[in-house]
């Protein structure tokens, strides 16, 4: 177990307090002080392959003479005596770096990593800065890695941090460490895309420029040069920490920031490559009327207040007006609008299937005998059961994380072999294949089924059943739904036998049932485990998008998407105004076309075209997560902070000053937390602006950056004023105080000789710990005092046709980021998951079209597809991908049938990333 | 099938009997002696090349289907074994040890007349397809040095002057 006691080491002279039962670097490293290393990381451990940390270590205070050791391998000793400053171990370092550089090219001034990199800053802390080698480099040829990364293996120092990674962290299977010595070469089998959906963290683990940005490096700026201010990805319900960076107007990239209980070190390739929409040279600039003719800001501001009703009157009194709200914009923006047409005319914005799976996951987050746990506290579970959710393509971080978990068995063996926990290459030889179970109920391969224990295929009504009957092993209370097998029997005796077991299971699919059943399952654990004495359970129930929990606690329940369209169509309500939404995503196509031809007006804010704005008879632009400051709440209820990174340089606004009547961001956020008692925290997400030296604002540009007076010198000569900020904490300028050591405020991490994102220790309390004085959000909802019960398992609803799911997919299934171009370059077209004995039973050949149609219903809505034919589907499912293809998903209703039809043009399947694709007909 | 050219994890259009029935016993007898499947791929590796000469790429992808490993990390295996060959090789491989032994008693003048004889340097193969010339560290003979292995013959004590009729035996040995 991991040791809290503190021992007292010597390091050159000085005496400190230090972390018994963690090794020397890491202690150096926690105590502010410089020592190089390179295969070392936060979060992987130590292999002691680079030799870069050597430190003299000392028998007692009469020995002079001391032995050289790696730091990193060496554990904390009470009483250790050792030296940093020696000057043969200084040497030592020298000489190692030295070596490593060999072959290493003078290419820094082309090189992508220049100016953040690990092995410049060593290379410089180490001494080494004449090269006395004249000999021959040894040189590689690189491979094409796809859309994403790419490879320079000549900078390759062999520290083989990338595929402890790639291979043994995230689990990809595609990159390995080839050949040997000098000719050691990391890089696929053979060219082609990295496979894995975490690849782009090459970027950030690589301590130099082997593997870089491919995106970013198209159109590339220096570290030093990007403007940059703390950020929260708004690509899915985690809300993993980022730091966006913007150049001449433009954002450039995206790279991690550190989390200690959400994110940590790594994000997913959504993430960092799926921003580049906020570029996309289609976002609206200006507002429009219903033809499409420009509007300038204040005619289009007095016509939505017309349309609200409440021209000359008071906002907020709107009847008649419906106001739909966005799961994928912020708090302020959807309190705005709630307080402009009313709390009763306030509509959720996603689709009713997800509504309802939405009161039950709050429902649920307010049950004390549950926790919903963060990403750290998901990698401690030592036995895991994911209910249905693809997780890897919904949630992908939270993937990440679970495969961790399973990584507990391998812990606790080494605890038991008195193996210290980082040390990883030995930790890993002893546990060789063995896991902690990880449990996968759900109807087709998943990404995760390399380190599953047990997986039970199924059509999602029988899951559901399924996962009822799995409670009731548990716990005989929870009712029964009949079906027991060996299956469900161990592993309900393994989530018993662990000490924290995790369920897991989510919106994305829509399936209450489930959802219902996760809860069961969690409450029956409880109960066997003790109810009031032992600790909740934990629970992670996933929302779909940045802000689905947000936007749910602002709702009333009976407020559904549904319920708005339908006001509207039987003209109980006269106008709409949709909040950042396309609700042809949301809701049968039908309906969408009904509400919208009946209401006299209707509004839209949005930052891209799409169907919903086309329809609108005012579109006002909204500004992109970048360019705005606005809160957001994850799926455990945490509320974050999202500074504005850049200014938007068109009429685009955000929606809450569109919608609004306040002065400032702050104001909107208080008056939020004020009048929603689910928000009553939510002004702690604000900085304390108390921190600040003098008052003085942080700068979102670093000390270096360039360029300033000569930016805008085609335009004329004479620099401009500064922007200001009256928003945030944050300046548009490269005056101010930077968070040195406080990192309340920080985005890109910096520090005097770190200036790659190593640098981050400099920041942390210790290694792996919480950012000094830094705040990690919120957590904004509530425990009751009163127990949940057991949900009735549901009742045998069989029909005519195959089941239909959705399909999620990393790059695709997420609105924005599906609009970006590096994210299209690994999309695929639609398509619809069927078993090879379904696709034999209709006549469907493998990539070629199908069409869909309601089961049972000639004339209802019938959409076509690509032909997938995955040898994991369930029989009797079919899981349907909708891609960017404007499917009517939720016109076709829970059941289907297929037929073979032409194949739609298009993308195909070329760039789906799946292990159980039927080759042929022949695989059935 | 244009919309199927993608990339499908360890999938290849290689044909399901590609490994021979032979080959096939051998990797199922060494799959008995080791817990896991992972620790056959040497073995299985080594099988393929037994019977094949060397490991290409198409033998690698057959072994990593068939132990069900990742082909990426096979080919780590492969490459890291400097005896995998994973280019064509002649019929009979000479690994001419180069070590200070060998050295010390005039490896390197015997060497270039190995050279010599069969026209080609290390890492080459003769024009004929009989001979591939690979430096090796040692061959454990140090006190028979200078010494060199022609397929799985060693040869001790090597003296310029043998060499011609030395290959030539191997030359002529056609099966």
Sequence with gaps: ?924 | MSAMSGKVIASTALPSDYLSEEEIAEIEHERTLYPDTRAVGLEALKIVQKQRGWVSDESLLAVAEYLGLPVAELEGVATFFNLIYRRPVGKNVILYCNSVSCWIMGCDQVREKVSEELGIEFGETSEDGEFTLIPVPCLGDCDRAPVMMVGPDLHRNLDRQDLGELFSRYRNNQD
Excluded at chain 1, 17 to 30: D, F, H, M, R
Excluded at chain 1, 305 to 329: C, D, H, L, Q, Y
Excluded at chain 1, 415 to 427: C, E, L, M, S
Excluded at chain 1, 670 to 684: G, V, Y
Aim: charged fraction near 20%; proline fraction near 5%; include cysteine.
């Design chain 1, 1 to 924: 177990m991991t040791d809290n006691a503190k021992v007292q080491i010597t390091i050159d002279g000085v005496t400190y307090e230090v972390n018994a039962g963690s090794n020397l670097l890491q202690e150096c490293l926690s105590l502010g002080l410089d020592l190089p290393y390179f295969c070392w990381h936060p979060c992987m451990g130590s292999v002691g392959a680079c030799r870069q940390c050597a430190v003299k270590q000392y028998r007692n205070e009469e020995d002079s003479a001391g032995i050289m050791t790696m730091a990193c391998m060496t554990p904390v000793q009470p009483g250790a005596r050792i030296s940093i400053e020696d000057p043969q171990a200084k040497a030592f370092r020298a000489g190692v770096i030295e070596s490593l550089m060999i072959s290493h090219p003078h290419d820094c001034p082309v090189c992508e990593e220049g100016g953040e990199c690990h092995l410049q800053d060593m290379t410089l802390m180490s001494g080494h800065n004449y090269r006395r080698y004249d000999k021959k480099k040894v040189t590689h040829r690189n491979q094409y890695l796809g859309p994403l990364i790419n490879h320079e293996m000549n900078r390759c120092i062999t520290c083989y941090r990338c595929v402890r990674f790639y291979n043994e962290y995230a689990g990809g299977e595609d990159l390995s460490a080839q050949a040997s010595h000098h000719f050691t070469y990391f890089g696929r089998h053979r060219e082609g895309t990295l496979e894995s959906e975490f690849s782009g963290n090459l970027v950030e683990v690589c301590p130099t420029g082997v593997f870089t940005d491919k995106v970013f490096s198209e159109n590339y700026t220096r570290k030093w040069d990007l403007q940059t201010a703390p950020s929260v990805c708004a690509g899915c319900g985690v809300g993993c920490n980022i730091a966006p960076g913007e150049r001449y107007g433009e954002l450039r990239r995206v790279v991690n920031r550190y989390h200690d209980e959400l994110n940590g070190y790594f994000i997913c390739d959504r993430g960092r490559f799926g921003t580049g929409y906020v570029n996309d040279a289609e976002r609206l600039k200006t507002p429009l009327d219903g033809a499409g003719n420009e509007l300038d800001a204040a005619a289009a501001g007095q016509q939505l207040r017309e349309i609200a009703g409440s021209a000359g009157g008071t906002i907020g009194s709107a009847r008649g007006t419906i106001g739909i709200g966005s799961p994928r914009a912020g708090n302020e923006a959807n309190f705005a609008l709630r307080k402009l047409v009313g709390e009763e005319n306030f509509h959720a914005g996603y689709s009713d299937a997800e509504h309802a799976c939405m009161q039950l996951i709050t429902e649920a987050a307010g049950d004390p005998r549950f926790h919903n746990p963060s990403i750290r506290e998901i990698e401690q579970a030592d036995a895991v059961l994911v209910l249905g959710e693809d997780v890897t393509n919904t949630a992908p971080r939270i993937a990440l994380a679970l495969r961790q978990s399973v990584r507990n068995k391998a812990l606790e063996l080494a605890d038991g072999a008195n193996i210290p926990r980082w040390q990883d290459a030995a930790v890993r030889e002893l546990a060789q294949q063995e896991r902690s179970p990880l449990c996968i109920l759900s109807s087709g391969a998943t990404r995760l089924d390399d380190v599953a224990s047990d997986r039970v295929i199924d059509t999602p009504s029988a899951l559901a059943r399924n996962a009822f009957e799995l409670a009731h092993q548990i716990d005989s209370d929870a009712p029964s739904a009949g079906g027991h097998t060996d299956a469900l029997a161990r592993i309900a005796d393994q989530l018993l036998a662990a000490s924290r077991p995790l369920i897991v299971a989510g919106a994305s699919s829509g399936d209450v049932d489930l959802i219902r059943s996760a809860v069961n399952i969690a409450g029956a654990l409880r109960k066997r485990r003790g109810n009031g004495v032992s600790a909740p359970v934990d629970l992670c129930l996933l929302t779909a998008e940045v802000n689905s929990m947000g936007l749910h606690l602002m709702t009333r329940p009976e407020n559904s998407l549904g319920a708005a369209l339908r006001k509207l169509s039987a003209s109980e309500a006269a106008n709409v105004i949709v909040l950042e939404n396309d609700l042809y995503r949301r809701a049968p196509h039908a309906q969408v076309d009904a509400a919208l031809a009946a209401a006299k007006a209707s509004v839209a804010l949005d930052l891209l075209p799409n169907r919903t704005t086309a329809k609108a008879d005012l579109v006002l632009p909204v500004t992109a997560f970048s360019e705005q400051q606005t809160s957001y709440v994850n799926y455990e209820g945490r509320a974050q902070l999202a500074y504005q990174v850049h200014r938007s340089h068109s009429a685009a606004r955000p929606a809450w000053q569109w919608t609004g009547d306040f002065e400032h961001f702050r104001q909107a956020l208080l008056e939020c937390a004020d009048s929603i008692p689910a928000f009553a925290k939510l002004k702690d997400v604000l900085p304390d602006t108390s921190s600040l030296p003098g008052g003085i604002k942080v700068p979102r540009q670093s000390e270096r950056y360039s360029g300033r007076t000569a930016m805008k010198a085609n335009l004329n000569v004479h620099e401009p004023k500064q922007a200001q900020d009256p928003e945030s904490a944050l300046a548009f300028s490269m005056e101010g105080v930077p968070p040195r050591r406080d990192a309340t405020i920080l985005a890109s991490t910096w520090a005097p000789q770190w200036n790659s994102n190593q640098s981050i220790s400099k920041f942390q309390d210790e290694i792996n710990g919480p950012l000094r004085q830094g705040h990690g959000g919120t957590l904004l909802l509530e425990k009751r005092t009163e127990s949940g019960g057991f949900y009735p398992p549901p009742v045998n609803g069989d029909g005519a046709g195959l089941e239909l799911l959705p399909a999620h997919q990393i790059f695709g299934s997420e609105e924005l980021s599906s609009r970006s171009e590096a994210i299209r370059k690994r999309m695929t077209g639609a398509f619809v998951a069927v078993a090879p004995a379904d696709a034999v039973k209709h006549g469907l050949k493998q990539g070629q079209g199908v069409r869909l149609s309601v089961a049972g219903d000639a004339g209802g809505v019938s959409v076509t597809a690509l032909t997938c034919i995955r040898t994991q589907t369930s029989p009797g499912a079919v899981a349907l991908h909708v891609s960017d293809c404007g499917i009517d998903f939720h016109g076709l209703g829970a059941r289907v049938e297929l037929t073979p039809a032409e194949t739609p043009h298009g993308r195909g399947l070329g760039e789906l990333i799946v292990s159980d694709l039927a080759r042929e007909q022949g695989d059935v």
